[in-house]
Protein backbone atom coordinates (compact mmCIF):
# COMPACT_ATOMS: atom_id res chain seq x y z
CA UNK A 1 0.00 0.00 0.00
CA UNK A 2 1.74 3.13 -1.26
CA UNK A 3 2.73 6.01 1.52
CA UNK A 4 -0.35 8.67 1.93
CA UNK A 5 1.09 11.59 3.93
CA UNK A 6 2.90 14.12 1.86
CA UNK A 7 3.75 17.84 2.16
CA UNK A 8 1.49 20.32 0.88
CA UNK A 9 3.06 22.43 -1.84
CA UNK A 10 3.66 25.86 -0.02
CA UNK A 11 1.38 28.10 -1.94
CA UNK A 12 -1.45 25.56 -0.64
CA UNK A 13 -0.04 25.66 2.79
CA UNK A 14 -0.05 29.96 2.59
CA UNK A 15 -3.23 29.97 1.67
CA UNK A 16 -4.33 28.06 4.67
CA UNK A 17 -2.90 29.69 6.76
CA UNK A 18 -3.16 33.45 5.19
CA UNK A 19 -7.21 32.14 6.44
CA UNK A 20 -5.97 33.08 10.00
CA UNK A 21 -4.77 36.49 9.36
CA UNK A 22 -6.64 37.54 6.26
CA UNK A 23 -10.74 37.10 6.90
CA UNK A 24 -11.50 40.54 5.18
CA UNK A 25 -10.19 43.27 3.51
CA UNK A 26 -10.29 45.12 7.15
CA UNK A 27 -7.23 42.19 8.40
CA UNK A 28 -5.22 43.82 5.93
CA UNK A 29 -5.47 47.32 6.18
CA UNK A 30 -5.02 46.25 10.15
CA UNK A 31 -2.24 44.91 9.26
CA UNK A 32 -0.60 47.55 7.10
CA UNK A 33 -1.18 50.38 9.25
CA UNK A 34 0.60 48.61 11.73
CA UNK A 35 3.11 47.78 9.46
CA UNK A 36 3.47 51.85 9.11
CA UNK A 37 3.30 52.55 12.94
CA UNK A 38 6.43 49.99 13.78
CA UNK A 39 8.22 52.09 10.60
CA UNK A 40 7.93 55.35 12.34
CA UNK A 41 6.27 56.97 10.48
CA UNK A 42 4.12 60.53 10.74
CA UNK A 43 2.29 60.92 7.94
CA UNK A 44 0.10 57.45 6.63
CA UNK A 45 -2.53 58.07 3.67
CA UNK A 46 -5.21 54.86 3.38
CA UNK A 47 -6.66 54.92 0.28
CA UNK A 48 -9.40 51.83 -0.47
CA UNK A 49 -11.40 51.43 -3.65
CA UNK A 50 -15.02 49.15 -3.60
CA UNK A 51 -13.86 48.47 0.46
CA UNK A 52 -10.84 47.39 -0.69
CA UNK A 53 -12.01 44.05 -2.84
CA UNK A 54 -10.18 46.03 -5.39
CA UNK A 55 -7.44 48.17 -3.70
CA UNK A 56 -5.95 48.48 -0.57
CA UNK A 57 -2.98 51.42 -0.61
CA UNK A 58 -0.81 52.33 2.64
CA UNK A 59 1.90 55.28 2.05
CA UNK A 60 3.69 56.11 4.91
CA UNK A 61 6.96 58.08 5.73
CA UNK A 62 8.45 55.76 7.96
CA UNK A 63 12.45 54.48 7.74
CA UNK A 64 11.78 52.40 4.74
CA UNK A 65 13.51 49.33 3.36
CA UNK A 66 16.54 47.91 1.63
CA UNK A 67 16.73 46.00 -1.29
CA UNK A 68 17.24 42.24 0.57
CA UNK A 69 14.48 43.79 3.11
CA UNK A 70 12.35 43.86 1.21
CA UNK A 71 12.24 40.39 -0.88
CA UNK A 72 12.75 38.94 2.75
CA UNK A 73 9.57 40.71 4.15
CA UNK A 74 7.33 38.56 2.19
CA UNK A 75 8.54 35.14 3.54
CA UNK A 76 7.03 33.38 6.47
CA UNK A 77 7.85 33.98 9.75
CA UNK A 78 10.50 36.90 8.20
CA UNK A 79 10.44 39.71 11.26
CA UNK A 80 12.55 42.23 12.14
CA UNK A 81 10.48 42.92 15.60
CA UNK A 82 12.09 39.94 17.52
CA UNK A 83 15.20 37.24 17.16
CA UNK A 84 14.54 34.65 20.04
CA UNK A 85 11.83 33.56 22.20
CA UNK A 86 12.15 36.00 25.37
CA UNK A 87 11.86 38.48 23.07
CA UNK A 88 8.58 37.98 22.90
CA UNK A 89 7.52 39.11 26.39
CA UNK A 90 9.48 42.79 25.79
CA UNK A 91 7.64 43.54 22.91
CA UNK A 92 7.22 47.41 22.13
CA UNK A 93 6.06 46.75 18.71
CA UNK A 94 2.71 45.91 16.78
CA UNK A 95 4.03 43.01 15.00
CA UNK A 96 6.44 40.33 15.50
CA UNK A 97 5.02 36.85 13.81
CA UNK A 98 6.26 37.63 10.61
CA UNK A 99 2.96 36.13 9.21
CA UNK A 100 0.95 39.23 8.04
CA UNK A 101 2.63 39.88 4.49
CA UNK A 102 3.27 36.32 3.62
CA UNK A 103 -0.36 35.63 4.08
CA UNK A 104 -1.30 38.68 2.29
CA UNK A 105 0.95 37.99 -0.67
CA UNK A 106 -0.71 34.65 -1.15
CA UNK A 107 -4.40 35.66 -1.33
CA UNK A 108 -3.96 38.74 -3.13
CA UNK A 109 -1.26 40.73 -6.51
CA UNK A 110 0.34 43.01 -3.94
CA UNK A 111 3.12 45.15 -5.37
CA UNK A 112 5.89 47.23 -2.90
CA UNK A 113 7.34 50.22 -3.22
CA UNK A 114 10.05 51.33 -1.02
CA UNK A 115 13.15 53.11 -0.32
CA UNK A 116 15.20 54.18 2.75
CA UNK A 117 16.25 58.04 3.68
CA UNK A 118 20.20 56.94 3.33
CA UNK A 119 19.82 55.74 -0.28
CA UNK A 120 19.28 57.33 -3.24
CA UNK A 121 17.22 54.48 -5.10
CA UNK A 122 14.54 52.81 -4.12
CA UNK A 123 13.15 49.25 -4.98
CA UNK A 124 9.67 47.62 -6.67
CA UNK A 125 8.83 43.97 -5.67
CA UNK A 126 5.33 42.37 -7.58
CA UNK A 127 3.79 39.14 -5.55
CA UNK A 128 0.62 37.94 -7.19
CA UNK A 129 -0.72 34.63 -5.07
CA UNK A 130 2.66 33.94 -3.15
CA UNK A 131 4.69 33.21 -6.40
CA UNK A 132 7.44 36.52 -7.04
CA UNK A 133 7.07 37.93 -10.06
CA UNK A 134 9.79 40.79 -10.13
CA UNK A 135 12.19 43.14 -8.21
CA UNK A 136 13.60 46.21 -9.71
CA UNK A 137 15.03 49.47 -9.09
CA UNK A 138 12.38 52.33 -8.34
CA UNK A 139 12.42 56.41 -8.37
CA UNK A 140 10.27 56.86 -5.03
CA UNK A 141 9.83 59.08 -1.90
CA UNK A 142 11.50 57.90 1.40
CA UNK A 143 9.03 55.65 2.55
CA UNK A 144 6.82 52.29 1.78
CA UNK A 145 3.79 52.26 -0.29
CA UNK A 146 1.81 48.59 -0.11
CA UNK A 147 -0.42 48.12 -2.99
CA UNK A 148 -3.07 45.22 -2.85
CA UNK A 149 -5.28 44.26 -5.24
CA UNK A 150 -7.84 41.91 -6.09
CA UNK A 151 -8.07 40.48 -2.46
CA UNK A 152 -8.84 36.92 -2.65
CA UNK A 153 -8.67 36.56 -6.62
CA UNK A 154 -6.92 32.81 -6.05
CA UNK A 155 -9.88 32.10 -3.30
CA UNK A 156 -12.62 32.97 -5.46
CA UNK A 157 -14.63 30.87 -2.58
CA UNK A 158 -13.45 33.32 0.21
CA UNK A 159 -14.61 36.25 -2.04
CA UNK A 160 -17.71 34.94 -2.37
CA UNK A 161 -18.04 35.10 1.29
CA UNK A 162 -17.50 38.21 1.88
CA UNK A 163 -20.37 40.98 2.67
CA UNK A 164 -21.61 43.79 0.87
CA UNK A 165 -19.19 46.98 -0.21
CA UNK A 166 -21.29 49.16 2.71
CA UNK A 167 -20.37 46.39 5.45
CA UNK A 168 -16.88 45.85 4.94
CA UNK A 169 -16.04 49.26 4.37
CA UNK A 170 -17.53 49.42 7.66
CA UNK A 171 -14.85 47.15 9.30
CA UNK A 172 -12.44 48.77 7.38
CA UNK A 173 -13.64 51.66 9.86
CA UNK A 174 -13.38 50.35 12.71
CA UNK A 175 -9.57 49.27 12.40
CA UNK A 176 -8.48 52.55 11.21
CA UNK A 177 -10.48 54.12 14.15
CA UNK A 178 -8.73 51.68 16.33
CA UNK A 179 -5.01 52.75 15.26
CA UNK A 180 -5.53 56.15 14.85
CA UNK A 181 -6.99 56.61 18.04
CA UNK A 182 -3.95 54.38 19.52
CA UNK A 183 -1.45 56.54 17.96
CA UNK A 184 -2.84 60.37 18.18
CA UNK A 185 0.25 61.95 17.60
CA UNK A 186 0.66 60.63 14.10
CA UNK A 187 -1.53 62.29 10.68
CA UNK A 188 -4.37 60.31 9.04
CA UNK A 189 -5.83 60.37 6.19
CA UNK A 190 -8.41 57.99 4.39
CA UNK A 191 -10.07 57.80 1.26
CA UNK A 192 -12.76 55.33 -0.11
CA UNK A 193 -13.01 55.74 -4.27
CA UNK A 194 -11.21 58.62 -4.63
CA UNK A 195 -13.54 60.58 -1.69
CA UNK A 196 -11.90 61.68 1.28
CA UNK A 197 -13.50 60.42 4.75
CA UNK A 198 -10.82 61.46 7.09
CA UNK A 199 -8.29 63.86 7.55
CA UNK A 200 -6.56 63.52 11.29
CA UNK A 201 -4.06 65.80 12.46
CA UNK A 202 -1.37 65.31 14.64
CA UNK A 203 -2.52 66.33 18.29
CA UNK A 204 -3.77 65.15 21.84
CA UNK A 205 -6.20 62.05 22.47
CA UNK A 206 -9.67 64.21 22.73
CA UNK A 207 -8.64 66.11 19.78
CA UNK A 208 -8.98 62.64 17.95
CA UNK A 209 -11.44 61.15 19.24
CA UNK A 210 -13.29 64.51 18.71
CA UNK A 211 -12.08 64.36 15.06
CA UNK A 212 -13.34 60.80 14.50
CA UNK A 213 -16.47 60.83 16.83
CA UNK A 214 -17.83 64.22 16.56
CA UNK A 215 -16.92 67.69 18.32
CA UNK A 216 -19.72 67.46 20.19
CA UNK A 217 -18.64 63.67 21.90
CA UNK A 218 -16.02 66.51 23.57
CA UNK A 219 -18.55 68.08 26.24
CA UNK A 220 -20.03 64.27 26.91
CA UNK A 221 -16.19 62.82 28.27
CA UNK A 222 -14.82 62.83 31.75
CA UNK A 223 -10.88 62.25 31.71
CA UNK A 224 -9.96 59.63 34.03
CA UNK A 225 -6.30 58.73 35.33
CA UNK A 226 -4.27 57.05 37.83
CA UNK A 227 -0.61 55.94 38.10
CA UNK A 228 0.57 53.70 40.51
CA UNK A 229 4.34 51.80 40.14
CA UNK A 230 3.71 49.12 37.75
CA UNK A 231 0.78 50.65 36.27
CA UNK A 232 -0.89 53.59 34.36
CA UNK A 233 -4.03 54.67 33.50
CA UNK A 234 -6.29 57.41 31.58
CA UNK A 235 -8.27 58.76 28.81
CA UNK A 236 -12.13 59.56 28.47
CA UNK A 237 -15.44 57.90 29.73
CA UNK A 238 -18.63 59.59 28.68
CA UNK A 239 -21.23 60.50 31.05
CA UNK A 240 -24.06 58.75 32.04
CA UNK A 241 -27.05 60.48 29.47
CA UNK A 242 -24.42 59.41 26.79
CA UNK A 243 -24.97 55.85 27.01
CA UNK A 244 -26.15 54.07 24.37
CA UNK A 245 -27.71 50.62 23.34
CA UNK A 246 -25.02 49.70 20.83
CA UNK A 247 -20.96 49.16 20.74
CA UNK A 248 -19.10 51.39 18.73
CA UNK A 249 -17.34 54.04 21.84
CA UNK A 250 -15.62 51.14 23.79
CA UNK A 251 -12.09 50.84 23.29
CA UNK A 252 -9.20 49.64 25.17
CA UNK A 253 -5.80 50.04 24.50
CA UNK A 254 -2.68 48.22 26.27
CA UNK A 255 0.86 50.03 25.65
CA UNK A 256 -0.85 51.53 22.34
CA UNK A 257 -2.23 48.50 20.97
CA UNK A 258 -6.15 48.06 20.82
CA UNK A 259 -7.40 44.73 22.45
CA UNK A 260 -10.89 43.19 24.03
CA UNK A 261 -11.43 42.11 26.85
CA UNK A 262 -15.16 41.35 28.46
CA UNK A 263 -13.44 41.06 32.18
CA UNK A 264 -12.65 44.58 31.52
CA UNK A 265 -15.65 45.46 30.18
CA UNK A 266 -17.49 44.24 33.21
CA UNK A 267 -15.10 46.33 35.28
CA UNK A 268 -16.35 49.49 33.87
CA UNK A 269 -20.25 48.66 33.37
CA UNK A 270 -19.54 47.79 37.35
CA UNK A 271 -18.59 51.47 37.72
CA UNK A 272 -21.86 53.15 36.26
CA UNK A 273 -24.15 50.91 38.17
CA UNK A 274 -27.21 52.47 39.25
CA UNK A 275 -26.27 55.59 36.73
CA UNK A 276 -27.33 53.71 33.53
CA UNK A 277 -30.34 52.00 32.07
CA UNK A 278 -29.64 48.26 32.23
CA UNK A 279 -28.63 47.20 28.37
CA UNK A 280 -26.82 50.67 28.01
CA UNK A 281 -23.48 50.49 27.44
CA UNK A 282 -21.03 53.67 28.50
CA UNK A 283 -18.59 55.01 26.42
CA UNK A 284 -14.83 54.69 26.50
CA UNK A 285 -11.23 55.31 25.66
CA UNK A 286 -9.19 53.63 28.18
CA UNK A 287 -5.74 53.55 27.52
CA UNK A 288 -2.87 51.26 30.14
CA UNK A 289 0.54 51.76 30.29
CA UNK A 290 2.13 48.57 31.86
CA UNK A 291 5.42 46.77 31.93
CA UNK A 292 5.62 44.29 28.37
CA UNK A 293 6.66 41.53 30.60
CA UNK A 294 3.03 41.32 32.46
CA UNK A 295 1.04 40.63 29.61
CA UNK A 296 0.87 38.31 26.52
CA UNK A 297 -0.26 39.12 22.79
CA UNK A 298 0.74 36.58 21.72
CA UNK A 299 -2.85 34.69 21.99
CA UNK A 300 -3.75 34.72 18.67
CA UNK A 301 -2.22 35.87 15.04
CA UNK A 302 -5.12 39.04 15.24
CA UNK A 303 -3.55 40.11 18.50
CA UNK A 304 -6.45 41.77 20.03
CA UNK A 305 -6.40 39.04 22.96
CA UNK A 306 -4.44 39.94 25.73
CA UNK A 307 -3.60 38.02 28.41
CA UNK A 308 -2.66 40.04 32.04
CA UNK A 309 -0.08 38.76 34.77
CA UNK A 310 -2.55 40.20 37.66
CA UNK A 311 -6.10 41.40 35.73
CA UNK A 312 -7.92 40.89 38.61
CA UNK A 313 -5.93 43.77 40.20
CA UNK A 314 -6.25 45.79 37.16
CA UNK A 315 -10.20 44.97 37.04
CA UNK A 316 -10.14 46.59 40.44
CA UNK A 317 -8.43 49.37 39.82
CA UNK A 318 -9.90 50.71 36.54
CA UNK A 319 -13.67 50.11 38.44
CA UNK A 320 -12.26 52.21 41.06
CA UNK A 321 -10.86 55.17 38.95
CA UNK A 322 -13.73 54.96 37.05
CA UNK A 323 -16.12 55.82 39.96
CA UNK A 324 -13.57 58.61 41.32
CA UNK A 325 -13.86 60.61 38.02
CA UNK A 326 -17.72 60.16 38.25
CA UNK A 327 -17.54 61.47 41.61
CA UNK A 328 -15.02 64.07 41.17
CA UNK A 329 -16.57 65.20 38.70
CA UNK A 330 -20.16 65.12 40.71
CA UNK A 331 -21.66 62.64 38.11
CA UNK A 332 -22.49 59.96 40.83
CA UNK A 333 -24.35 61.13 43.75
CA UNK A 334 -22.88 62.68 46.47
CA UNK A 335 -23.35 60.90 49.55
CA UNK A 336 -24.15 62.46 53.24
CA UNK A 337 -21.89 60.91 55.82
CA UNK A 338 -24.02 62.75 58.87
CA UNK A 339 -27.25 61.20 58.09
CA UNK A 340 -28.00 57.74 57.37
CA UNK A 341 -30.37 58.48 54.18
CA UNK A 342 -32.90 54.95 55.39
CA UNK A 343 -33.53 57.28 59.14
CA UNK A 344 -34.91 60.58 57.27
CA UNK A 345 -38.22 58.13 55.86
CA UNK A 346 -38.81 57.04 59.51
CA UNK A 347 -41.69 58.41 61.70
CA UNK A 348 -41.18 59.46 65.03
CA UNK A 349 -42.75 57.82 67.90
CA UNK A 350 -44.25 59.14 70.98
CA UNK A 351 -41.59 58.83 73.87
CA UNK A 352 -44.74 57.37 76.10
CA UNK A 353 -45.78 54.62 73.31
CA UNK A 354 -44.63 51.07 74.55
CA UNK A 355 -42.55 49.34 71.85
CA UNK A 356 -43.68 45.36 71.61
CA UNK A 357 -41.31 42.89 70.43
CA UNK A 358 -42.06 42.03 66.62
CA UNK A 359 -43.89 38.50 65.92
CA UNK A 360 -44.39 35.85 63.16
CA UNK A 361 -46.89 33.47 62.31
CA UNK A 362 -45.66 30.10 61.35
CA UNK A 363 -47.64 27.00 60.01
CA UNK A 364 -46.56 24.10 62.77
CA UNK A 365 -48.62 21.83 60.76
CA UNK A 366 -46.41 22.37 57.79
CA UNK A 367 -44.53 19.38 56.46
CA UNK A 368 -41.82 20.29 53.32
CA UNK A 369 -41.73 16.65 52.41
CA UNK A 370 -45.71 15.65 52.03
CA UNK A 371 -46.40 15.02 48.62
CA UNK A 372 -48.22 17.39 46.21
CA UNK A 373 -51.85 16.65 45.16
CA UNK A 374 -51.96 15.46 41.41
CA UNK A 375 -54.75 17.05 39.86
CA UNK A 376 -57.19 14.66 38.27
CA UNK A 377 -59.78 14.99 35.28
CA UNK A 378 -62.46 13.49 38.34
CA UNK A 379 -62.03 16.29 40.32
CA UNK A 380 -63.97 19.31 40.35
CA UNK A 381 -60.68 22.09 39.51
CA UNK A 382 -61.51 25.72 40.66
CA UNK A 383 -59.30 27.92 38.43
CA UNK A 384 -59.95 30.75 39.76
CA UNK A 385 -58.48 29.36 43.51
CA UNK A 386 -55.68 27.20 42.24
CA UNK A 387 -54.12 30.23 39.61
CA UNK A 388 -54.41 32.70 42.53
CA UNK A 389 -52.30 30.67 44.96
CA UNK A 390 -49.54 30.19 42.34
CA UNK A 391 -47.28 32.82 41.31
CA UNK A 392 -45.63 31.28 38.39
CA UNK A 393 -47.23 28.02 37.08
CA UNK A 394 -49.59 25.92 38.47
CA UNK A 395 -47.49 22.78 37.25
CA UNK A 396 -44.47 22.17 36.35
CA UNK A 397 -45.14 20.99 32.49
CA UNK A 398 -43.42 18.87 30.84
CA UNK A 399 -41.45 20.03 27.28
CA UNK A 400 -43.44 18.04 24.62
CA UNK A 401 -43.60 18.69 21.37
CA UNK A 402 -46.11 21.34 20.93
CA UNK A 403 -48.87 20.85 18.74
CA UNK A 404 -50.96 23.80 17.46
CA UNK A 405 -53.12 25.03 20.45
CA UNK A 406 -56.93 24.84 19.76
CA UNK A 407 -59.18 28.08 18.85
CA UNK A 408 -60.21 30.03 22.38
CA UNK A 409 -62.81 32.38 23.43
CA UNK A 410 -62.08 36.14 25.34
CA UNK A 411 -63.79 34.64 28.53
CA UNK A 412 -61.81 31.17 28.75
CA UNK A 413 -58.80 33.12 29.43
CA UNK A 414 -57.34 33.39 32.24
CA UNK A 415 -54.73 35.84 33.58
CA UNK A 416 -51.75 34.79 36.18
CA UNK A 417 -49.72 37.00 38.19
CA UNK A 418 -46.57 36.58 35.86
CA UNK A 419 -48.29 38.52 33.10
CA UNK A 420 -49.02 35.11 31.21
CA UNK A 421 -52.37 33.82 30.08
CA UNK A 422 -53.69 30.12 30.89
CA UNK A 423 -56.52 27.94 29.62
CA UNK A 424 -58.01 24.73 30.00
CA UNK A 425 -58.93 22.77 26.91
CA UNK A 426 -59.54 18.98 26.26
CA UNK A 427 -57.52 17.83 29.64
CA UNK A 428 -54.65 19.68 28.76
CA UNK A 429 -53.11 23.49 30.42
CA UNK A 430 -52.51 25.99 27.95
CA UNK A 431 -49.54 28.82 28.99
CA UNK A 432 -49.81 31.59 26.93
CA UNK A 433 -46.64 34.12 26.29
CA UNK A 434 -48.76 37.90 25.09
CA UNK A 435 -45.25 39.53 24.87
CA UNK A 436 -43.76 36.98 22.29
CA UNK A 437 -47.20 36.27 21.04
CA UNK A 438 -47.85 39.85 19.91
CA UNK A 439 -43.61 40.12 18.49
CA UNK A 440 -44.80 37.27 16.41
CA UNK A 441 -47.72 38.94 14.67
CA UNK A 442 -46.33 42.03 14.70
CA UNK A 443 -43.42 40.81 12.82
CA UNK A 444 -45.29 38.81 10.03
CA UNK A 445 -47.27 42.34 9.51
CA UNK A 446 -44.21 44.20 8.91
CA UNK A 447 -42.56 41.73 6.90
CA UNK A 448 -45.71 41.21 4.78
CA UNK A 449 -46.71 45.06 4.34
CA UNK A 450 -43.47 46.87 4.08
CA UNK A 451 -42.94 45.95 0.73
CA UNK A 452 -42.39 50.02 -0.28
CA UNK A 453 -45.83 51.09 -0.07
CA UNK A 454 -45.75 51.61 4.02
CA UNK A 455 -48.19 54.12 5.63
CA UNK A 456 -46.34 57.16 7.10
CA UNK A 457 -47.15 60.23 9.50
CA UNK A 458 -45.37 63.14 9.70
CA UNK A 459 -43.85 64.24 12.72
CA UNK A 460 -45.04 67.84 13.83
CA UNK A 461 -42.18 67.54 16.38
CA UNK A 462 -39.10 65.75 14.60
CA UNK A 463 -37.20 63.99 16.31
CA UNK A 464 -33.45 64.32 17.07
CA UNK A 465 -30.41 61.96 17.21
CA UNK A 466 -26.96 62.70 17.62
CA UNK A 467 -24.84 60.55 15.30
CA UNK A 468 -21.04 60.17 14.81
CA UNK A 469 -19.03 59.29 11.52
CA UNK A 470 -19.17 55.25 11.90
CA UNK A 471 -23.84 55.79 12.58
CA UNK A 472 -23.65 58.57 9.76
CA UNK A 473 -22.38 55.79 7.11
CA UNK A 474 -25.04 52.90 8.70
CA UNK A 475 -27.81 54.75 7.93
CA UNK A 476 -26.88 56.58 4.98
CA UNK A 477 -26.27 52.78 3.72
CA UNK A 478 -30.28 52.19 4.74
CA UNK A 479 -32.01 55.33 4.33
CA UNK A 480 -33.48 54.01 1.09
CA UNK A 481 -35.12 51.26 2.51
CA UNK A 482 -35.99 53.00 5.73
CA UNK A 483 -37.78 55.63 4.06
CA UNK A 484 -39.76 53.12 1.81
CA UNK A 485 -41.01 51.48 5.31
CA UNK A 486 -42.50 54.78 6.27
CA UNK A 487 -39.62 56.75 7.69
CA UNK A 488 -38.16 60.32 6.22
CA UNK A 489 -34.74 61.60 7.75
CA UNK A 490 -32.15 64.43 6.99
CA UNK A 491 -28.25 63.53 8.05
CA UNK A 492 -26.71 66.94 8.57
CA UNK A 493 -23.34 67.09 10.62
CA UNK A 494 -23.69 65.16 14.08
CA UNK A 495 -27.45 64.74 13.94
CA UNK A 496 -30.18 63.19 12.05
CA UNK A 497 -33.50 64.71 11.89
CA UNK A 498 -36.43 62.30 11.80
CA UNK A 499 -39.28 63.94 10.25
CA UNK A 500 -41.93 60.96 9.31
CA UNK A 501 -42.07 57.52 10.74
CA UNK A 502 -44.06 54.36 10.00
CA UNK A 503 -48.18 54.97 11.16
CA UNK A 504 -48.04 52.08 13.39
CA UNK A 505 -44.84 52.68 15.61
CA UNK A 506 -45.30 54.72 18.64
CA UNK A 507 -42.87 57.67 18.30
CA UNK A 508 -41.62 57.48 21.77
CA UNK A 509 -40.59 54.15 20.57
CA UNK A 510 -38.44 55.10 17.52
CA UNK A 511 -35.09 55.85 19.02
CA UNK A 512 -35.32 52.23 20.36
CA UNK A 513 -35.32 51.11 17.17
CA UNK A 514 -32.98 53.01 15.83
CA UNK A 515 -30.53 52.07 18.09
CA UNK A 516 -31.04 48.74 17.56
CA UNK A 517 -30.68 48.69 13.68
CA UNK A 518 -27.88 50.04 14.27
CA UNK A 519 -26.60 47.51 16.53
CA UNK A 520 -27.84 44.79 13.91
CA UNK A 521 -25.93 46.49 11.28
CA UNK A 522 -22.72 45.55 12.58
CA UNK A 523 -23.18 42.02 12.00
CA UNK A 524 -25.96 42.41 9.07
CA UNK A 525 -25.35 44.10 5.55
CA UNK A 526 -28.65 46.45 4.27
CA UNK A 527 -29.59 43.51 1.97
CA UNK A 528 -31.46 41.65 4.83
CA UNK A 529 -32.92 44.79 6.25
CA UNK A 530 -36.67 43.52 5.50
CA UNK A 531 -35.81 40.89 8.56
CA UNK A 532 -34.15 42.71 10.90
CA UNK A 533 -36.14 45.78 10.22
CA UNK A 534 -39.52 43.73 11.17
CA UNK A 535 -37.58 42.23 14.54
CA UNK A 536 -36.31 45.14 15.52
CA UNK A 537 -39.73 46.87 15.15
CA UNK A 538 -41.61 43.43 16.88
CA UNK A 539 -39.32 43.82 19.73
CA UNK A 540 -39.99 47.54 20.25
CA UNK A 541 -43.17 47.64 19.48
CA UNK A 542 -44.87 44.81 21.31
CA UNK A 543 -46.55 45.04 24.55
CA UNK A 544 -45.09 44.08 27.83
CA UNK A 545 -46.74 41.34 29.14
CA UNK A 546 -47.74 43.44 32.32
CA UNK A 547 -49.48 45.51 30.16
CA UNK A 548 -52.18 42.44 29.42
CA UNK A 549 -54.44 43.27 31.93
CA UNK A 550 -58.23 42.70 30.47
CA UNK A 551 -58.98 39.44 28.04
CA UNK A 552 -60.00 41.72 25.66
CA UNK A 553 -56.55 43.31 24.93
CA UNK A 554 -55.08 40.02 24.96
CA UNK A 555 -58.16 38.49 22.43
CA UNK A 556 -57.59 40.71 18.93
CA UNK A 557 -53.54 39.38 18.67
CA UNK A 558 -54.58 35.70 19.44
CA UNK A 559 -57.05 36.15 16.97
CA UNK A 560 -54.27 37.52 14.60
CA UNK A 561 -51.81 34.94 15.70
CA UNK A 562 -54.45 32.42 15.35
CA UNK A 563 -54.61 33.39 11.33
CA UNK A 564 -50.85 32.68 11.09
CA UNK A 565 -51.09 29.14 12.30
CA UNK A 566 -49.98 29.79 15.35
CA UNK A 567 -46.26 29.16 15.20
CA UNK A 568 -44.73 27.72 17.98
CA UNK A 569 -41.62 30.01 18.14
CA UNK A 570 -41.29 33.93 18.29
CA UNK A 571 -39.49 35.40 15.53
CA UNK A 572 -36.47 35.29 18.39
CA UNK A 573 -36.56 31.54 18.84
CA UNK A 574 -38.08 31.73 21.98
CA UNK A 575 -41.53 29.56 22.44
CA UNK A 576 -44.99 31.54 22.29
CA UNK A 577 -46.90 29.09 24.05
CA UNK A 578 -46.44 25.97 26.51
CA UNK A 579 -49.23 22.71 27.70
CA UNK A 580 -48.87 20.46 30.23
CA UNK A 581 -51.65 17.59 31.00
CA UNK A 582 -54.11 17.20 33.69
CA UNK A 583 -53.14 13.01 34.55
CA UNK A 584 -56.35 10.81 34.33
CA UNK A 585 -55.95 7.76 36.80
CA UNK A 586 -59.07 6.22 35.16
Request: charged share 25%; glycine share 4%.
Amino acid sequence: MPDIIHLLPDNVANQIAAGEVVQRPASVVKELLENAIDAGATQVILIVKEAGRNLIQVVDNGIGMSVTDARMAFERHATSKISKTEDIFHIQTKGFRGEALASISAVAQVELKTKKNEEEIGTHVVIEGGEFITQKPINTATGTVFLVKNLFFNVPARRKFLKSNSVELRHILDEFHRVALAHETVQFQLFNNEEELFRLRSGGVLQRISEIFGRKIQHQLIPVSEQLEWIRLSGFIGKPESAKKIRGEQFFFVNYRFFKSNYLNKAVQDAFENLIPSKYLPSFFIYIEIDPEKIDVNIHPTKTEIKFEDESSIYMLLRTTIKKSLGVYNVAPSLDFDQNPEWSNLSSVNKNTSITEPKIKINPTYNPFEEKKIITSKEKINLQELYASSRKEILSPEIFDLPNPPLIEEQSLLRLSNGRWVIEKENKLWFLDPYRIHQTVLYENHLKNYKGNALSQQLLFPINRPVYDMEKEKLDSIKTPLFACGFDMDIESDIVTITAIPSDVPQEKVIDIIDDLLMELSDHSEDEFSTFFSKSVSKVSAKKRNEFIQPSQFYPIWKNFESLGCPKYNPFGKKNFEQTVIIDFD
